[in-house]
């Protein structure tokens, strides 16, 4: 018998925007300096041409101005968020995480070797080995980009007859520290021994604002066996 804690996503890593400089309060009796909206509107569209170019040091620049003169410009501040995201794009990929499996809980009434375990909540070994292993087509994304995720299940068991069939599927995904579920159309499979099968197949588009982002995928066997993985972007 095994005692086995719940597994816990890995964070991925997170990266915050560039802070703006708030802008000083106008003095008492005095009129607010009027916002010269034609100059953030300029400086938002010489910030948008050097996004489409690949310039993001100069985009950031341009937003990050416009900002400055209209801290409350939607414009500037979706800009800057989009530059900040495409800027760690480059540097970050999908990477699926160790795979790990557990087998049902339940109670046990003895335990050799152990006194007063009557009762005692346990998670078995799983019955027949095996892991999740996430696939993605794509390396490196930046807002707007469509991804996909291919879900399989691979048995790494060498016994004939230990098939593993697939009896639900459980996604979650984590943007920005956000957990959601996410809805899959999965197929009821059975893999064979030495096999691997696909169990379904995510696809979306790369949001704007994105510091970190994980899936995380437990496939339940008919034996009561659990098969996690997660995708990080990282």
Known sequence: MLVKPTAQPTPSPTSTLPSVAPVAPAAPG???PSVDHARVASLVAEGEAALS???LDEAS???ADA???D???AAARKGAVRAATTKLGL???????????EGAEGKIKQMDGFEDVEELNVKRAVRVPGRTELDSARSHLKPGDDYTVSIYLRNQSKKKKRNIKISNVNVHRIVNDKDATV?????PIEVLPNQRGLVATLTGAWEEDVSSWA???????ENGDIYENQLVWK
């Open 91 to 101: 540097t970050r990929t999908l990477v699926p995480d160790i795979s790990s499996s």
């Open 71 to 73: 801290p409350d410009s």
């Open 53 to 55: 170019q690949g310039k």
């Open 67 to 69: 900002l400055a003169l």
């Open 30 to 32: 005095t009129t607010p």
């Open 183 to 187: 809805s899959v159309a999965w197929n």
């Open 61 to 63: 620049g341009h937003f």
């Open 215 to 221: 899936l995380n995928v437990r496939l339940l066997s």
